[in-house]
């Protein structure tokens, strides 16, 4: 093939990475503030200055086009999760990994709500992906707590709870903003979420007694 006909050929492909890009983060913010069953894609396609027609191309239907969305923020949500198996010293490993979940609140407050949202109705359109994704990672994530203990290097805990814990804590900067910024009268501002991360972090440092 000569060279003008692989640059179409890679303009094209650019076009239609861009152009799903586009559909997946305009339904991101749909289905955040409406819900599954309160989004259509006939309003997606409009948001996103699309046909319907045109729209159903790239996602022939809106499961398709949730699964998408879901998958995507599954896939960046468990990248932030990575951060508690690093190796390190516990007290800079539960650091980093509350400041990753707080960053992705604060960078992906419609991502976060959109799996909030399916969790909340009982995850039966993605429970099968997160059962087989997240819950391999949960018993990792134990795994590291465990070993601290038995080291002696954290005290003993429930680790899956101070999981728990530490999700709802962080989530909440994402899910509940809106009820935030009610009772502060603002929008959450960078200094909130630094101030958050700084005080979450002290709760969980002293639940496993590391300085």
Same mark, same amino acid.
């Given at each position: 093939?000569?060279?003008? *006909? +692989?640059?179409?050929? /890679?303009?094209?492909? !650019?076009?239609? %990475?861009? &152009?799903? $890009?586009? #559909?997946? =983060?305009?339904?991101?913010?749909?289905?955040?503030?409406?819900?599954?069953?309160?989004?259509?894609?006939?309003?997606?396609?409009?948001?996103?200055?699309?046909?319907?027609?045109?729209?159903?191309?790239?996602?022939?239907?809106?499961?398709?086009?949730?699964?998408?969305?879901?998958?995507?923020?599954?896939?960046?949500?468990?990248? *932030? +999760?990575?951060?508690? /198996?690093?190796?390190? !010293?516990?007290? %800079?490993? &539960?650091? $980093?990994? #509350?400041? =990753?979940?707080?960053?992705?609140?604060?960078?992906?407050?419609?991502?976060?709500?959109?799996?909030?949202?399916?969790?909340?109705?009982?995850?039966?359109?993605?429970?099968?992906?997160?059962?087989?994704?997240?819950?391999?990672?949960?018993?990792?994530?134990?795994?590291?707590?465990?070993?601290?203990?038995?080291?002696?290097?954290?005290?003993?805990?429930?680790?899956?709870?101070?999981?728990?814990?530490?999700?709802?804590?962080?989530?909440?900067?994402?899910?509940?903003?809106?009820?935030?910024?009610?009772?502060?009268?603002?929008?959450?501002?960078?200094?909130?979420?630094?101030?958050?991360?700084?005080?979450?972090?002290?709760?969980?440092?002293?639940?496993?007694?590391?300085?």
């Amino acid at each position: 093939m000569d060279k003008p *006909r +692989m640059n179409s050929a /890679a303009r094209r492909l !650019q076009n239609r %990475d861009r &152009l799903e $890009a586009d #559909i997946v =983060a305009e339904a991101v913010r749909m289905f955040a503030e409406c819900g599954y069953e309160g989004t259509s894609i006939a309003r997606i396609a409009e948001n996103a200055g699309l046909s319907k027609q045109n729209l159903m191309y790239y996602f022939p239907t809106k499961q398709a086009l949730y699964q998408r969305v879901l998958d995507d923020v599954l896939d960046e949500w468990l990248e *932030r +999760m990575a951060h508690l /198996a690093d190796a390190g !010293q516990p007290a %800079d490993v &539960l650091r $980093a990994y #509350i400041q =990753a979940k707080l960053k992705f609140s604060r960078e992906q407050p419609y991502a976060s709500r959109v799996y909030a949202l399916e969790v909340i109705g009982g995850a039966k359109l993605y429970g099968e992906q997160i059962r087989d994704r997240v819950v391999p990672v949960l018993r990792r994530d134990i795994e590291v707590f465990e070993g601290w203990i038995a080291a002696g290097r954290i005290a003993p805990v429930n680790a899956t709870h101070l999981l728990f814990a530490i999700w709802a804590m962080t989530q909440s900067y994402a899910d509940f903003a809106p009820q935030m910024a009610l009772v502060l009268d603002r929008r959450l501002t960078r200094k909130d979420y630094d101030e958050a991360e700084q005080t979450i972090a002290r709760m969980v440092l002293a639940a496993v007694a590391v300085a």
